[in-house]
Every structure is written in structure tokens, then in C-alpha cells.
């Protein structure tokens, strides 16, 4: 596989050194000028740290892209319109929203691909991206993939990043199946404006035993990342119809 001469790839143990604090001269310079994708898991945190309900978060900082040939949506943090594009929440002390900070800036500069192969095993791909701006990689910090993940708190959402993965690669899409504009608008409510999913989830005229029981039900509605996952699991059932 070909890479940018900026991008390497990243194999087993092998150790890069890095470090990001406010003493690097090139500080939250990566916060500009930048798209940020959010996965669902980001959202849900950033909101919680923010204390805002899910439309008013997606209504204020999100932006949705559907390219032509999109299977899904793709959902990305807005930028503020100072000229530089710069991240909502970054200040000149940095990051207003650290520790609820999205996945990308976490494994930053490493990035993660993951993919499913013929048998619904995920394999993993590790790259290190070198931008011209970026003075971490003279930090003398040296650490391996595993070791840069663990640091940045990155095992959680990697954890459920790859269950949405069991959406975004089914196999049934392989197979020519395509989806119209109200199941990604399905897949939008259930995973990203979950306090609507909620509402959903809890009325009487949603009923699904076959994949929630009522004490199930109670637990999904009580907690924000178990309503996630079961939205993962009801999207297949509702994209793919797929029983559980």
C-alpha cells in the first residue's frame, strides 16, 4: 500500500518518539484547519461533558457530509469561522474539553484503520502521520502503538468504534444492498441523537422482545453507552434485517 511521503506505517512494537504539552512550540496548531470526524462514542461524551442533550449538540457543532457514493453519512465536529478553522473548543491554554477530547485527537499523530475480513475477524493497521508544523516528534517520550493508546485512553473507544463497524462493513453491502435516504437518517437518530432514540426506545408502540427484554429495556434507558450499543445491534436488525 502507497502512503503520502508524510505518512508511515506503523508495524508490531516498533517505537516512535512524540509528546504534546503546552512547552511545544507548535501548540494546538493541530486544532486548526483540520476535519474532525466524530464517531458515535465522541458524541456521546463530548455532550456528556458538556451537559447539552443530543439535538442540541448535533443542531450547534455538527456537520453531516453525503458524498454520492456514501453508504452512510459522514458526521464531522464544525469549525469556527475565524479564519483558520480552528476546533470549538480549543482556548489559548488548549483543550477546553480534554478529557471528553474526540478519539482523533487522542491517537494523534498515529492513525488506526480497522476492517473486518471474510470471517467477522477485525484486523487493525497503525500509520504515523508527520505533519510540517508538528515540533512533538523532537520530544524525547518514546513509546510503541500500544503503549500511546493505553497513555490516551484510546482502549474504550477503540471498544466501541469497532461494534459500529459490524454497520458500516456489514456484509449484506458487499452484496449490492443499498440504503435509502430514511435509513441513514435511522442511523443518524439512533446512534447520534440518542435523547430522541430514547424517546423512542421507551415508548409502548416500540416492542422488539426478540431483542430487548423489559428488564434489558430498563438498563438501555437508564445509561447512555448501553443505549448506544443496543442501537448498533437494532440498526442491523432495521438496515439489514439481521436477527440477533
Partial sequence: MHFPDNITRLCGKKRFSFACHPKVPCFTECCRELELALTPYDVLLLRQELQMGSSQFFERYVVVEQEENDVFP??????VDDGRASCPFISRSGCKVYRSR???????????????DANGNRREMYVLVREEHCRG????????????FENQGLIAYNAINDEVLSLLQHEKLSQGVSLRQ????????????????????????FCDKDMLSAEE????????LSLLRFGIRWLQEVLFTEKL
Wanted: glycine share 4%; charged share 30%.
Fill in 102 to 116: 474526540p478519539a482523533a485527537c487522542r491517537a494523534y499523530p498515529v492513525g488506526r484503520g480497522a476492517m473486518l
Fill in 182 to 205: 430514511e435509513d441513514r437518517d435511522t442511523f443518524i437518530l439512533a446512534l447520534y441523537k440518542m435523547d430522541e432514540f430514547r424517546k423512542i426506545v421507551s415508548s409502548p408502540a
Fill in 217 to 224: 429495556k430498563e438498563s438501555v434507558l437508564a445509561d447512555d
Fill in 74 to 79: 459522514r458526521l464531522y465536529l464544525g469549525m
Fill in 137 to 148: 516528534f523532537s520530544e524525547p517520550q518514546s513509546q510503541n502503538v500500544a503503549e500511546w
